[in-house]
C-alpha cells in the first residue's frame, strides 16, 4: 500500500518536473522579448520595442524570404516525387524499396549532412539555395514518403477498378479519383516537410553556403555576435508559427484517420 502510494506522488511529480525542465526556459523567452531593456536578466517593463525593431531589420526579411523559398520548394518537390515514387512502386509491385527512405527517420541528421556535403564537394557544385533545397528534399522524403504510402495502400482498389470500367482513362482516374483521396495525406506530409525544413539547421549549416541565409542561420549568427532581444522576438514568431504547423498538422492527421 505505502509502494502504490510512493509510485502515485513520484511518477506524477517527476513527469511535471519535466515537462518544467523542457518548458519553462522557452516561456523565459517570451517573456523576455517584451522586456523593455537589452539585458535579459531582469524585467524592467512591458514593450515591444524589439518585435518593431524585428519587423524593420532588411537582413531578417531577406532571411525569412530565403527560407520561404527553400520551404515551399522543398515541399513541392517531396510531394511530387513521393507521389510519383508510390504510384511507381505500386504499379510495379516492388513495395520493399520503400525501405531506402525509413533510415532518414533513424540516421543522426549530421550524418546526412555532411554526407550531402562531401557530395556536392565531390562534383563540384557551388553552394546556395538550390544545394540547400536538395538537401531539405532528401530530408522531407524520408517523411512524405511514408506517409503518401500509408495512404495510398489503404484506399479501396474497388474504387480505382470501378472507375476504369466505366470507362475513364488512368490519366482521368488518376486526377479525379486517386489524387482527391490522397489529399489529405498529401496535405499533412507537405505541412510537416515545410515545418522541418523551417527549423532545420544542420543541413542549412553545411549545404547553403555563405551567401544564403535562412532564419535558422541567422538566429545562430546573431547568438555568436551577442545576445539580443531581438532573437528572442525572432525566436518567439518562429515558435508560434511552427506549433500553428504542428496543430495544423495533427488536425489534417486526425481528419484522414476519421475519412
Known amino acids: 500500500m505505502a509502494q502504490r502510494k510512493l509510485s502515485q506522488i513520484f511518477f506524477p511529480s517527476w513527469v511535471a518536473a519535466t515537462y518544467m525542465f523542457l518548458y519553462i526556459p ?11 531593456i537589452s539585458f535579459p536578466y531582469r524585467w524592467e517593463s512591458f514593450s515591444w520595442q524589439w518585435y518593431q525593431e524585428l519587423f524593420v531589420s532588411a537582413d531578417i526579411w531577406q532571411a525569412v524570404q530565403n527560407s ?31 525501405g531506402i527512405f525509413y533510415p532518414n527517420l533513424v540516421v543522426p541528421e549530421i550524418v546526412l549532412a555532411v554526407g ?18 536538395v538537401g531539405h528534399t532528401l530530408l522531407g522524403l524520408g517523411y512524405a514518403i511514408p506517409i503518401v504510402y500509408n495512404r495510398f495502400h489503404s484506399l479501396d482498389p474497388r474504387i480505382i477498378e ?7 482513362t488512368y490519366k482521368q482516374t488518376f486526377f479525379k479519383v486517386i489524387l482527391p483521396m490522397l489529399y489529405p495525406a498529401l496535405l499533412a506530409a507537405g505541412i510537416l516537410v515545410f515545418i522541418l525544413s523551417l527549423d532545420d539547421f544542420l543541413i542549412a549549416f553545411f549545404c547553403s ?4 541565409q535562412t532564419l535558422s542561420l541567422y538566429i545562430f549568427a546573431m547568438v555568436r555576435s551577442g545576445v539580443s532581444p531581438v532573437v528572442n522576438a525572432l525566436a518567439t514568431l518562429m515558435m508560434v508559427v511552427s506549433s500553428a504547423l504542428v496543430i495544423a498538422f495533427c488536425s489534417v492527421k486526425a481528419k484522414e484517420g476519421v475519412v
Open 162 to 168: 470501378a472507375s476504369l470500367d466505366l470507362g475513364a
Open 26 to 36: 522557452i516561456l523565459v523567452l517570451v517573456v523576455f522579448s517584451f522586456n523593455s
Open 209 to 212: 553556403g555563405t551567401a544564403s
Open 68 to 98: 520561404l523559398i527553400v520551404g515551399f520548394s522543398s515541399v513541392a518537390l517531396s510531394l511530387v516525387l513521393a507521389l510519383l515514387f508510390v504510384i511507381w512502386c505500386a504499379e510495379k509491385k516492388i513495395d520493399y524499396l520503400m
Open 116 to 133: 550531402l556535403l562531401s557530395f556536392f564537394v565531390f562534383f563540384n557544385i557551388p553552394f546556395g539555395l538550390h544545394t540547400l533545397i
